[in-house]
DNA sequence: CGTACATTTGCATCGTAGTTGCAAAAATAA
DNA sequence: TTATTTTTGCAACTACGATGCAAATGTACG
């Protein structure tokens, strides 16, 4: 039963339970692309205001359930945190956006190189974004 | 003289010579950081108007002088495209977040390790996002 | 150098993503 | 079940960015 696990997981993060909550975290465990508000608003089609979507994911980042993923426009996407965390627990980030469907595709699983920089710069996080055409598209 | 420099770079871009023109390209020539609308508008304090720093910023993205970099927040940030392509033409892009001063910084000079997808996926452009502290707030 | 045409700029206006305050509703704890 | 805390929904607001159009500026050519 999918419904006690969402359910749980919320508890795990500290979280209450409601229904705005499960809706949310079900949509991201579904569904291995990135997802904006309004792709969650549309595509489950449960009535929830906007704004509890917003503050919802809001809450998820600071938990640390998804995360942020950079973008070239002005919307805000997101995706579950599935990275493999290495040694030094810096969390890598793996995406890639396809310029003919515009999905954004999860590829945490996949190692990032690590890149050196600079004496003096200290690292917590690398974001790839890897720009082309995917599979489907292809 | 850094006008004619400017100026002549503008013509070998294919795009007629304005004062507004200048004075964004300029603005990113002297600037190693990522810029937004609002940064050049403040920054210099010349009397252009919104639109046309927005229209400029466009633009210059057709025509490759700047790109976007890819951001968290819903806010365009620019840079100048000085990066190496590798031998098969692959756009690079590597930039530095600091969490602290809030700067973006632009590391294009640096070699991107390449990545290897899966099959059917090809890739046109990386752009590698690296958060954490920089030199100057450490 | 001055005129004609093409391009760019500024203003006003609009669209939309995201945010905030507050009262009602729902979840948790006792 | 009740009391307390947290979350939700509504309304209103902010800010970035986009668009249409007339005025201003740039370019090309005689």
């Known amino acids: ?6 359910a749980s997981l919320l508890k795990n993060y500290g ?31 449960t009535g929830f205001d ?5 503050r919802t994911l809001e809450v998820f980042v600071e938990k640390g ?16 945190v599935r990275s493999i965390n290495n040694a030094d627990c810096y969390q890598n980030h793996l995406h890639f956006l396809c310029d003919n ?17 600079p004496a003096g710069f200290s690292v917590k996080e690398t974001e790839v974004i890897i720009k082309g055409t995917c599979k489907d598209c292809k």
Not at 1 to 6: A, G, S, W
Not at 26 to 33: I, L, P, T, Y
């Open 1 to 6: 039963m999918p419904e006690i696990d969402i």
């Open 15 to 45: 979280l209450s339970i409601t229904d705005a909550r499960k809706m949310v975290l079900s949509a991201f465990v579904k569904n291995r692309n990135a997802l904006t508000q309004r792709d969650i608003c549309n595509f489950t089609d």
């Open 50 to 54: 906007r704004v509890t979507i917003y």
């Open 65 to 80: 359930i998804i995360h942020i993923i950079p973008s070239m426009d002005t919307i805000k996407r997101y995706s579950l």
């Open 101 to 117: 469907c515009e999905k954004t595709i999860c590829f945490d699983m996949m190692p990032v190189p690590s890149i050196s920089l």
